[in-house]
């Protein structure tokens, strides 16, 4: 009995080697060969413009807070026309493990998604990637969008001095 059970187990391996010898090439011989991403692949992020050119990125930090694994740092600062920005803003690559929990709380669009995975690198420190190589110039996928045509520029005038603002009311003039 066991000698057609050897017989069996030292036949076999050979022909599942054979029949798939037939069969089409499932692997894809990268990087000479590339085949297409899915639409809607998660690669790396980049921090992108307002189509004024501006840094959509105003520092509030919800990025990192709803990053799970904590890879996203960042240090907010204001110009002088209340425009609030990163002063530096950092991204931890070998700790992220790309689910675009990021992208889904930017309120700016700012942090988004690209298909790029080409990002492999046996030095740790080299996948930190700051502001500097995270900013690019263009708008990525929302060519529209302009958040600071909604909101976000900080209140530096004085009440009543912004301009088309109304003086302020003097609620005592109402009194009887
Ligand atoms: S893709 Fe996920 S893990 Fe990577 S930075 Fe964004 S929230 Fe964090
Ligand atoms: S959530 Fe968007 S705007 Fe806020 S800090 Fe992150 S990238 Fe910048």
Known sequence: MSIWRDIKGTIEPFWITLRNMFRPVATVEYPEVRTELAPRYRGRLILTRDPDGQERCVACYLCSAACPVDCISMQSTEAENGRRYAAWFR??????????????????????????????????????????????????????????????????????????????????????
């Open 91 to 176: 991204i931890n690559f070998s700790r992220c493990i790309f689910c675009g929990l990021c992208t889904e709380a930017c309120p700016t669009l700012a942090i988004q998604v690209t298909g790029d995975f080409e990002m492999a690198n046996r030095n740790p420190l080299e996948t930190v990637w700051e502001k500097e190589e995270l900013l690019v110039d263009h708008c990525g996928q929302e060519p529209d969008y302009n958040f600071y045509h909604h909101a976000g520029i900080g209140v530096t005038a004085a009440r009543g001095e912004s301009p088309g603002e109304d003086k302020p009311v003097d609620v005592k003039d109402l009194m009887p």
